[in-house]
């Protein structure tokens, strides 16, 4: 089902041409106030300072050319020569019935061509606990997933897990003195791994170890260079660490129910075999050429700050390789082997360098054709003091305590409002609630900018939170056992629907909220901003309040009740979509 806005678009452009012969784009946005209709095109004020003519005139020219009279009334131009137009509600009708049915999926409309989208997100780096940068990239990267299939596109989502840096001497070579030395005091056989199950304190120590011990640097180097040429004891110590840092993550990934699995890691490490490659094409190539002892690619137009030629490195005087040497790689792979139309990167805004001059190469050296390669960027976390969010001790805030802490704090507010659930009820409802709080809250902020992350905020049951939608959908789905509790049967009732009727103005108000499901998605999806389906959700939920408050349902009369009991259900049915299948928020029956 084509969203209204998108043939009301058409249809002004097509008046526009017929009356100026000007070939332009429709400047059609929704209403700023229902007091101007539903939708209201500016493009007369735009075309009259180029034509140099009036623009109420234009605009009353546009509006003779204009064919709309199926979907709007009669178009009325506003203030300096706006054109508002309002829906009419046989078409709302229509569309309402059409979204009921179920081929629709709720009025979103699939890709006229289905494409092969890489989607690289997450990419925790191992060893590391996974902190709140990672959450942005994680659920907004599956998000992004989740939109592109609901469109019908292949999705293959690509965990670029940092696993194969040069920390991995330090690390493993940690691990191996570690291991010698409690096998000398308590014997051979007397070690277990136990030391990695808090795989933070053994980085730190690693780190501290490695920072103030020149010997034991230059044991590391040396391991990485045997690790990195495939021996065979470096690479079973660097495995255990790989293991037992996946197992943090999934565990998180299973919590924030979020589609990333183990089939979809390929990180940094497999791309090893792939790097000289990589270097020696270059040089061919003549793009990669030394600079102070490093392999460096120049991609035009990057300069430094000094004017001179920025370096993209790929190889280091000691021979080995970098982040970017394997992005590099992993683009050939993407595009040769995955066959990718499309390449999104979800990271910080910080890597955003990186990445234009990874782009340029690639293009450069020819290995990206008509991929398109697209990198999304996201602002910070910040704590409620406005700085990057930290722990009290000024360390980096793990996710998963995070995470417990937001269930936990949902599981008091639940504890206080419903002490008679059953346990398990509370526990699931706590889970819903506590996680799709953090998930919403991000969500529902612009993604290119900071925000504040603050439990109040997102937990409170009023205002653009999960709570708050959790509830509103809970609270539609309470009205069919309410209706069976009173004999109503709401289901049968909805089935042997005949009429829709739109006869009191917050019938009319939901009803139009509801046919704009596909517009709001497709607004999401084009800069992949989910701060539009959350913005969505919750002018539908506020619609769905005043119509609720406004015109009974269960004790509507007998004609109309199957018309509500439509608004109430498509509502119902949005609300979930919305949460659980483009989000990823679990929604609650009861609450
Ligand atoms: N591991 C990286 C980080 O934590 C993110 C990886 C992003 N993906 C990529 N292909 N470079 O910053």
Redesign the pocket.
């Given at each position: 089902m084509k969203p209204a806005i998108e043939i009301i678009s058409e249809r002004i452009s097509g008046a526009i041409q017929k009356a100026t012969g000007q070939n332009v784009p429709a400047i059609v946005t929704a209403a700023t106030d229902a007091k101007f209709g539903d939708y209201q095109s500016n493009n007369a004020l735009a075309l009259a300072k180029q034509l140099k003519a009036n623009p109420r005139q234009l605009a009353e020219k546009i509006i003779a050319e204009l064919q709309i009279d199926d979907i709007c009334q009669k178009p009325e131009i506003a203030g300096a020569g706006f054109i508002n137009l309002r829906l009419k509600p046989e078409f709302v009708i229509e569309n309402l019935k059409k979204l009921n049915s179920s081929k629709e999926a709720l009025g979103i409309e699939k890709a006229k061509k289905s494409q092969t989208v890489v989607v690289?997100f997450s990419?925790?780096?191992i060893a590391k606990a996974m902190h709140v940068g990672?959450l942005r990239s994680t659920i907004l990267g599956d998000c992004i997933c989740r939109m592109l299939e609901q469109q019908g596109h292949d999705v293959i989502r690509q965990n670029?897990?940092?696993d194969w840096g040069t920390q991995f001497g330090m690390l493993c070579c940690a691990l191996y003195e570690k291991k010698a030395e409690e096998e000398t005091r308590k014997g051979k056989g007397a070690w277990d791994y136990k030391v990695l199950a808090d795989l933070e304190a053994f980085y730190r120590e690693a780190q501290e170890l490695y920072n103030k011990d020149e010997e034991f640097r230059q044991r590391a180097r040396d391991a990485v260079l045997k690790l990195h040429t495939g021996d065979q004891m470096w690479l079973s110590y660097w495995e255990d660490i790989v293991k037992c840092s996946k197992r943090h993550y999934e565990e998180i990934y299973r919590e924030l129910n979020v589609s990333l699995t183990d089939k979809d890691v390929r990180g940094e490490s497999f791309y090893k075999d792939k790097l000289a490659d990589v270097v020696k094409e270059l040089k061919k190539l003549g793009l990669a050429v030394e600079s102070d002892g490093a392999i460096c690619v120049f991609p035009e137009g990057f300069k430094t700050k000094e004017s001179e030629p920025l370096p993209f490195i790929i190889q280091k005087s000691d021979g080995a390789f970098l982040?970017a040497t394997t992005?590099l790689a992993?683009i050939r792979y993407r595009v040769n082997e995955l066959k990718a139309d499309e390449i999104i990167?979800v990271?910080d805004a910080r890597?955003k360098l990186h990445f234009e001059m990874l782009f340029a190469v690639a293009k450069m050296a020819g290995w990206v054709k008509d991929t398109k390669l697209v990198h999304i960027t996201f602002g910070s976390v910040l704590g409620e003091d406005g700085k990057p969010l930290k722990t009290r001790s000024g360390e980096n805030v793990k996710l998963k305590e995070l995470l417990d802490e937001a269930v936990k704090r949902a599981k008091s507010v639940v504890e206080e409002k419903n002490p008679e659930l059953k346990t398990s009820e509370k526990e699931t409802i706590a889970n819903a609630v506590g996680i799709g709080a953090v998930k919403y809250a991000d969500y529902s902020n612009n993604r290119t900018s900071d925000y504040i992350f603050s439990f109040d905020k997102m937990l409170a049951m009023d205002g653009n939170t999960a709570p708050y939608m959790q509830y509103a959908y809970a609270r539609v789905k309470s009205i069919g056992r309410k209706g069976e509790e009173k004999g109503i049967n709401t289901v049968g009732e909805l089935k042997g629907i005949k009429e829709i009727y739109l006869n009191e103005p917050a019938e009319l108000e939901l009803a139009k909220q509801l046919i704009r499901y596909g517009e709001a998605f497709n607004s999401a999806i084009a800069d992949f901003k989910p701060n539009f389906l959350t913005g969505y959700l919750y002018e539908l939920a506020a619609k769905f309040s005043a119509f609720y408050n406004a015109c009974p349902v269960l004790d509507a009369e007998r004609k109309i009740r199957p018309s509500r009991l439509l608004l109430c259900e498509l509502t119902a049915r949005t609300i979930r979509h919305g949460l659980e299948n483009l989000l990823g928020i679990k929604t609650i029956e009861r609450m």
């Open positions: 690289d990419g925790p780096n990672h670029h897990i940092g982040y992005d992993a990167y990271t890597q």
